[in-house]
């Protein structure tokens, strides 16, 4: 070989792979549409009520005996954001400290008990705007990084009042 001269590479040079994938977007993810109302024994029971983007986050809170009673986030119908709903009524009181410090940091919302349905006990939710093009594994470390504040507690077991519920119920369907 001569002064100056390039040696050619003994190997051949390819297309590049990115070393780290990031995954699945929000756009990819499947909207559960089955009946949701089902008994959740084990941690594995969730992933079939809860969208693969606040999985994490719903099994660390079932991990840490918080009930979860809400969550969201796919493609089809949920893409601008995901959320996970407490029920505030069954946190024990250093949880409950724990979530008003998230509120007035602006980390969790806090929705009072109201006259409808749905909202038959006090509730805090965790919430993350989204886009479509947002991964999945982003949007997770979001969630947990603000579920991960919570400690572990006692399972506090929420009887539901059904004939509060029903008065609600009465009271929504006379204003209509």
Do not use: W
């Not at 806090?110 to 965790?126: I, T």
Request: with cysteine; net charge positive.
């Amino acid at each position: 070989m001569k002064f100056g001269e390039k040696k050619k590479p003994s190997f051949n040079i390819g297309q590049k792979h990115p070393v780290f994938r990031l995954g699945k977007k929000i756009k990819d993810v499947a909207p559960i549409k089955e009946h949701t109302n089902i008994a959740i024994k084990t941690k594995e029971d969730l992933v079939a009520i809860v969208e693969e983007p606040c999985l994490k986050a719903c099994e660390m809170l079932f991990e840490k005996n918080i009930k979860t009673v809400d969550s969201g986030c796919n493609g089809e119908n949920s893409s601008h954001r995901a959320y996970v709903t407490i029920n505030y009524d069954t946190l024990s009181e250093k949880n409950k400290q724990i979530a008003d410090d998230l509120i007035k940091q602006g980390k969790m919302q806090f929705y009072p008990k109201g006259d409808n349905l749905r909202n038959y006990f006090n509730q805090v939710e965790v919430e993350v705007l989204t886009k479509p093009e947002d991964f999945v594994a982003n949007v997770e470390k979001k969630l947990l990084a603000v579920v991960s504040c919570f400690e572990r507690q006692d399972k506090i077991e929420y009887k539901r009042d059904f004939s509060a519920a029903f008065m609600q119920q009465m009271k929504q369907y006379e204003l209509s």
